[in-house]
């Protein structure tokens, strides 16, 4: 089955530790994204990624790192100076169309909480 | 910069009837994508239908179609014929050809029996 998977589906992280959360996917897409959303809230981006070894920062990437060395796959790092990182975290991944991007299909998210 | 609205923090339909969510948007651009996605208790996100701003027809999915007004930067989403399934968030999107993505803060819908 092609799809996208997350994983751990949930996580518990100390204060001041560094964490990754996982994304894989299988469409042959070449566009990967992470969102974050709070209780009661929509989505906000951190990172999206366009090609391999190429990723832009979205509009809360503070405290959050990525990389992308395989098509497939786009690990975010929840860093120790992200303050406040308790949310729950969606990756998505589309092929881009024309001059800009399409449809976004999203993976079952990871739910972190800092103790 | 882009915003997108969705007025309505609540609402709730009766199983069977119809119900309108409505979004607006705000741009200055000229081409762009909108989608409705739905995210259910599982919190998996699930896209419901996608409009592209050059098609003047509007989009239709089955049970849901949108009334999409360009100038008024207006993106309702329409269900009809309403099932216990469709209870859920639902949230508008706006992407456009300069990588920007904004999701709409969400309509919580339940649909009662």
């Known amino acids: 089955d092609g799809g996208i998977t997350q994983s751990p589906k949930y996580l518990f992280r100390k204060e001041g530790q560094n964490v990754t959360l996982s994304c894989e996917q299988n469409l042959n897409h070449d566009a990967m994204y992470w969102y974050r959303q709070d209780p009661g809230q929509g989505l906000r981006l951190i990172y999206y990624s366009q090609i391999v070894n190429d990723f832009q920062k979205g509009d809360i990437a503070e405290g959050y790192s990525v990389s992308r060395e395989k098509k497939e796959s786009f690990p975010l790092t929840v860093t120790s100076a992200q303050k406040n990182p308790t949310a729950f975290y969606l990756c998505?991944?589309?092929?881009?169309?024309?001059?800009?991007?399409?449809?976004?299909?999203f993976g079952p998210g990871t739910r972190l909480t800092v103790l | 910069a882009q915003t997108v609205t969705q007025s309505q923090p609540e609402m709730s339909v009766q199983e069977a009837e119809t119900v309108t969510l409505s979004c607006t948007y705000d741009t200055s651009e000229n081409n762009y994508y909108l989608f409705w996605y739905k995210q259910p208790p599982s919190r998996q996100m699930i896209l419901v239908i996608r409009?592209?701003?050059?098609?003047?027809q509007n989009a239709t999915e089955n049970r849901f179609s949108v009334n999409f007004q360009k100038a008024a930067k207006s993106f309702s989403l329409k269900i009809s014929d309403s099932q216990l399934g469709d209870t859920a968030m639902y949230f508008c999107?706006?992407?456009?050809?300069?990588?920007?993505?904004?999701f709409g803060p969400g309509t919580r819908l339940s649909v009662l029996p």
């Open positions: 409009q592209e701003a050059y098609k003047q």
């Open positions: 999107a706006f992407i456009d050809y300069g990588q920007n993505f904004v």
């Open positions: 998505a991944s589309s092929v881009p169309s024309g001059g800009g991007t399409d449809t976004q299909y």
